[in-house]
């Protein structure tokens, strides 16, 4: 089978002294590893740089083995700003570090995949920490692991005051099953408003929601201890927020 698709270079590794091997977040097939034989003898089949970030139409052939070779690789869209921008770069190595070490191979994923081409797009413009808010809480919920903000996790009863949220339960608690857990500290309802906003709001409009800086700073506390406990990932690692 040959197959044509989009996707993004996540990872990249020079293979003896012509090739490459890389990692790609594609469209329909979600991420593959592929080999680019003879990438560095300038074939014309490969116009593309093949750097990280970088957004290509690809033709290859799916097998079983997980090593699939890449016969064409055309590049669509780089995004320049990335490379000259340290902040802008973390942020963007984070979208593309959970993309690759939390999705397993194959497995398609079209919101994340649009949720990354947004979200690359729009460091360009937004602030940092916004974007990191709206990338992290959409992807959690697009990955099933959405946190519950809108009902106690635990018995479903409808809550309007006094939140209290457990990172271990993975949502919010009411004031008879927050007795039960440990790891149970309160957040703010306007914090419990902005994220259930981000997670039932598309893009565009999704960018128009203008946190204040505390609830950034909150949100993103949130955010890093659902990441640390569920998928061992670290949101603050490496990163450069100017
Ligand atoms: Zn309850």
């Known amino acids: 089978m040959i197959a044509k698709d989009f996707g993004f270079v996540l990872k990249r590794m020079n293979f003896r002294e012509t090739s490459l091997i890389v990692t790609v977040f594609t469209k329909r097939f979600g991420k593959i590893n592929g080999i680019l034989k003879g990438f560095y003898t300038l074939k ?3 116009s593309s740089s093949m750097d990280i970030f970088t957004y290509n139409e690809f033709v290859f052939y799916p097998k079983r083995s997980t090593l ?3 016969s064409f690789a055309d590049l669509i869209k780089d995004f320049p700003f990335l490379r000259k921008n340290l902040g802008k770069n973390s942020v963007a190595c984070k ?6 070490k939390t999705l397993p191979l ?3 994923n079209p919101l994340v995949f649009s949720l990354l081409k947004n979200s690359l797009s729009s460091l360009t413009h937004y602030r940092l920490t916004k974007l990191l808010c709206i990338f ?3 992807f959690l919920t697009f990955c099933g692991f959405k946190p519950e903000f809108t ?3 635990k018995c479903h009863k409808k809550l309007s005051l006094g939140f209290s949220f457990s ?3 993975g949502g919010l608690l009411c004031e008879t099953c927050r007795a039960f857990y440990p790891d149970v500290f309160p957040i703010s309802s306007s914090v419990v408003a902005i994220i259930s906003y981000i997670q039932n709001t598309d893009f565009p409009l999704v960018l128009r929601i203008e946190p204040s ?6 949100i993103l506390n949130i955010l890093n201890g659902f990441l640390t406990h569920h998928l061992n990932f670290n949101l603050f690692s490496n990163l450069y927020l100017q």
């Open 213 to 218: 800086s505390n609830d950034e700073e909150e």
């Open 151 to 153: 009902k106690c996790i």
């Open 106 to 108: 194959w497995d398609k």
């Open 167 to 169: 990172i271990s339960c």
């Open 44 to 46: 014309k089949e490969f």
């Open 136 to 138: 992290f809480t959409k």
């Open 95 to 100: 979208f593309i570090e959970i993309v690759d």
């Open 68 to 70: 699939w070779l890449i």
